[in-house]
């Protein structure tokens, strides 16, 4: 007998990269939020593929301004114009909440993090950066030292000096029992002096996701950042929203995650649903912090012909469908739903999020303890019924449920009546 894809996957590809469920699923095909996978089972798909299928699968418009631009020029690099580009520059630069914005284009999240902190420590003069506990940046060298889950962060060779700050994740934090004014004071002290004892005095940057994402979907109290950047403006530190997964409208908000908190950082990055699972990222910058560096052209394929051609199909589509506000409706109606189930199972110690965006955090009954086998088997059963959801959080115990943001009120009705039954079943 023939080895199958898992055992030959396993053969030849890093033993830390884990694919879902024991026996493990290949998508083939998609056509909105469906998927059909290599076992010829179709299933809903909640997950979005790490939430980068931003609008779903097989959109026409999408697909045909890919076409359109492949059969014209695949690749030129960045030493020539690419129209494409420009167009999406200027899009992402009217959308941005940076003032005098700046963008620049690379590959993947973890570049558009690095970038961000090449401009940051160049225009600081330090490699201080300061992140938050639960934070996930990447996988590069400084995104991994700035990643503040255990397991995931780097060995402590990095070039950059990481101190992690508390997040406002207050289910799981010292702070928690605090009401949410007194919890964001706590947080909001707590940098003040981290900024005050920092060895060079200069700090290069404060980096923080809106929503957490990988950390667990927590998303902070509402006056959180406004008060975090009321300490970064005094002593100069720049705030850099990491928005690689809460970007381009998914939480709800018009853009970006930050706009819920009603804060302007001075640097944004961005990628996974931007090209709709094509590869890109990029960072947005204020135009002193983005031209404070010297080098040229420095992402050979950064904001290439297809990935920029088919990014700008994505924002048009997000517009012209209204999908920020499908994001707030069908959000909130998860939302509800996921809360109705909680308040009857005592496997729930959490329900939260942002718009689309939404985290279920399991714990053994009657306490904090995180339940990562629980969710394990909540995603199987899920499979089983016909429905993808991802996991995260710092234990791999909360459940991350990220429909693509054309999902409709009858598909979160579907999820939601499979979640219900299989929470019941595994918590009995
Ligand atoms: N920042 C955040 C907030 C992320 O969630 C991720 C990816 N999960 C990254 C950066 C890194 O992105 P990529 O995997 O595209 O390198």
Same mark, same amino acid.
């Given at each position: ?171 799981? !934090?010292?702070? &928690?029992?605090? /009401?949410? #004014?007194?919890? $964001? =004071? ?9 900024? +005050? ?101 420095? !992402?050979?394929? &950064?904001?290439? /012909?297809? #990935?920029?051609? $088919? =990014? ?9 469908? +209204? ?106």
């Amino acid at each position: 007998t023939s080895p199958s894809l898992h055992d030959r996957h396993q053969a030849v590809m890093p033993a830390w990269m884990r694919c879902y469920y024991g026996n493990p699923l290949e998508l083939v095909s998609g056509s909105g939020r469906r998927v059909t996978g290599g076992d010829g089972e179709r299933y809903l798909d909640f997950f979005g593929g790490l939430l980068a299928t931003m609008v779903g699968h097989d959109i026409p418009e999408i697909t045909e301004a890919l076409q359109r631009q492949a059969g014209r020029i695949f690749h030129s690099s960045t030493l020539y114009l690419i129209r494409s580009q420009v167009e999406l520059a200027e899009k992402i630069a009217a959308r941005a909440p940076v003032d005098d914005p700046k963008v620049f284009f690379v590959n993947s999240g973890s570049e558009a993090v690095e970038a961000a902190f090449l401009l940051t420590t160049t225009a600081q003069r330090s490699n201080q950066v300061i992140a938050l506990r639960g934070s996930y940046h990447g996988r590069s060298f400084g995104t991994v030292a700035a990643t503040g889950i255990r397991g995931w962060s780097a060995t402590g060779l990095s070039p950059l000096q990481v101190t992690y700050a508390h997040s406002g994740y207050k289910y799981r !934090s010292p702070f &928690g029992h605090l /009401p949410d #004014a007194e919890f $964001t =004071a706590a947080c909001r002290d707590e940098l003040e002096t981290m900024i +005050e004892t920092s060895t060079s005095g200069e700090i290069a940057c404060y980096i923080a996701e809106p929503v957490q994402g990988a950390g667990g979907f927590a998303n902070p109290p509402d006056d959180f950042f406004r008060e975090m950047k009321t300490v970064l403006d005094r002593y100069d530190v720049p705030f850099i929203s990491d928005e690689v997964q809460s970007g381009w409208g998914r939480t709800g908000r018009s853009y970006f995650g930050i706009e819920h908190y009603g804060v302007r950082p001075q640097a944004l990055t961005f990628a996974k649903g931007l090209a709709n699972g094509l590869a890109i990222g990029g960072v947005v910058a204020e135009a002193g912090l983005m031209d404070c560096v010297s080098a040229n052209s420095i !992402s050979t394929a &950064g904001g290439n /012909p297809i #990935a920029t051609s $088919t =990014a700008n199909a994505v924002i048009d589509y997000i517009e012209s469908h +209204e999908l920020q506000a499908n994001a707030d409706a069908v959000g909130r109606q998860l939302r509800r739903g996921l809360e109705a189930i909680a308040a009857g199972c005592p496997l729930i110690g959490e329900v939260r999020g942002a718009g689309l965006m939404l985290g279920v955090e399991l714990v053994e009954p009657g306490t904090r303890t995180a339940a990562p086998a629980a969710a394990d088997t909540v995603l199987a059963e899920a499979r089983a019924a016909g429905l993808l959801i991802g996991k995260g959080g710092l234990s791999g115990n909360v459940l991350r449920i990220t429909p693509p943001m054309t999902v409709t009120a009858d598909e979160a009705r579907e999820a939601l009546v499979i979640l219900g039954e299989v929470l019941s079943t595994v918590s009995n």
